[in-house]
């Protein structure tokens, strides 16, 4: 991972958090994973731009220090009564899901895997399920759930642009990730049904959601995996 010196405050912060975040630990992990054709680089850079985006190209993830500070200003705002270690635990939570999204779609475009349907759809799956793996993959992934509940007042109410976007609005990408969550064990569906947030007509398939979800994703990933590696979530 290469890191920009930032050259503004926000951009400092931004790249402070990134650092302690452990990015670069995260994608190496990430990267080393898979037996990937082509080198994959990562770097950090000033500015906020569209936010985190993969460029297949040259083969790149770039996380814009700007955005990272944005997303810290959100977390910070809606969670007044965090303790700064909460915050950073969130955020890293939360960073962790915006670089397995971008990584999802490098892997989209290395190994040309099907897409039916949305390909940020498809980035979300898979960062939901890498995440999943982490051994606090749960809380991880309800993290950034949470964010994207949180960030959706900017959609609130959604605009033509919103609904034109290639990505599902914040609130459905929040809603997906909590009932994949939910579909990992019978205690994550109980926690997930004790949030209030999924209707139970949603939260009674998140189970099935999630199976088919780790399967699909098994089939068309299991052939570039360094070693015998199980994509489910921990139970």
Partial sequence: ????????????IGYTLLKAARTQYLA????????LPHPLLVRGVDGVG????????DNSITLPYGFASVVFS?????????????????FGAV???????????????????PVLGSNEDAADKIATILVLKASAGAQYATDAARFFADFSG????????DYADTHSLDLQRSFDILCDVAGTSKTNFQH?????VLPQSRLQTCPSQYQQDVDSITQELKPHLRGNIDLSAPK
């Fill in 1 to 12: 991972m290469i890191y920009e010196k930032p050259k503004t405050h926000d951009d400092n």
């Fill in 28 to 35: 190496t992990t990430l990267a080393s994973t898979f037996q």
């Fill in 50 to 57: 569209g936010g985190p985006f993969y460029n297949p190209r």
């Fill in 74 to 90: 959100i977390l910070k705002q809606d969670n007044p009564n965090q303790t700064n270690y909460q915050l950073g635990s969130a």
């Fill in 95 to 113: 960073q962790s899901f915006l670089l397995a999204h971008e990584f999802g779609h490098a892997l989209v475009t290395n190994f040309r895997l």
């Fill in 154 to 161: 900017r959609q609130s109410p959604p605009a033509v642009a």
């Fill in 192 to 196: 997930i049904a004790a949030l209030g």
